[in-house]
């Protein structure tokens, strides 16, 4: 338990589905992430937010939108994906002071497959 | 172009031996992270280094961080089936990690 949680756990969407997937994190921290992972690929972050603000985009497709309400939770919203977005989505926290600021503790992620 | 280069890819290795797995990149990072992951799962933080030339001990794993902080090794002595898993490298700059590929380790019973 890294005390970061993310649901669902499985999604299985079509292409014209719309989904959110949601991460919640219990350790204090200020800073959010979204990862992908695809298979033999190294991670790729997403997202970054900082105090609920956005602080950086990795050029990710409209078709993922982030929402970050507070520092404690962070969605994905996803609507008509493609086959290709089919991957592990994790999602990350880390503190934004002291020595730990550059360590990331990641959730157990969202496996989505997109039909 | 990956900015962290780990290898071997794959080390598959009987339980009792030793592995060493490395991390290589010509950047400098302020510091650098191992993680090990399991299939489904995230990955699961296994140690921070930030001095060059460090040092760290975590029961069987050894990781050492290079003297310019550009590379890193995890060595295990006496492998157990319960290290099999992905092991990650994780390297930040201006507080962004950049992960390797991954080194898929099979410790067999």
């Known amino acids: 338990e890294t005390g970061v949680t993310q649901t669902p756990r499985h999604l299985v969407m079509g292409m014209t589905n719309k989904k959110s997937l949601k991460c919640e994190q219990h350790?204090?921290?200020?800073?959010m992430y979204w990862y992908k992972q695809s298979a033999k690929k190294p991670l790729e972050l997403m997202f970054v937010?900082?105090?609920?603000?956005?602080?950086e985009n990795n050029s990710v497709p409209s078709r993922f939108s982030p929402e970050c309400p507070n520092s404690s939770h962070l969605f994905l919203h996803l609507h008509t994906l493609q086959p290709e977005d089919s991957a592990l989505y994790l999602c990350?926290?880390?503190?934004?002071?002291?020595?730990?600021?550059?360590?990331?503790?990641f959730g157990p992620g969202t496996r989505l497959l997109v039909l | 172009t990956q900015l962290l280069e780990q290898s071997p890819q794959f080390l598959s290795i009987q339980e009792g031996e030793n592995l060493t797995v490395y991390c290589n990149s010509s950047?400098?990072?302020?510091?650098l992270q191992w993680y090990r992951q399991e299939p489904g799962e995230g990955p699961v933080l296994l140690v921070t280094?930030?001095?060059?030339?460090e040092v760290k001990k975590l029961k069987r794993l050894t990781f050492q961080f290079g003297d310019a902080r550009k590379d890193s090794s995890l060595h295990i002595t006496a492998a157990q089936p319960g290290d099999t898993g992905l092991y990650l490298c994780?390297?930040?700059?201006?507080?962004?990690?950049?992960f390797g590929a991954g080194t898929t380790v099979t410790v067999r019973a």
């Open positions: 937010y900082n105090f609920k603000e956005q602080t």
């Open positions: 994780a390297g930040a700059r201006d507080y962004k990690l950049s």
């Open positions: 950047s400098v990072f302020s510091s």
């Open positions: 990350a926290s880390s503190p934004t002071s002291g020595r730990d600021q550059e360590t990331q503790y």
């Open positions: 350790l204090g921290h200020n800073a």
């Open positions: 280094v930030v001095t060059g030339g």
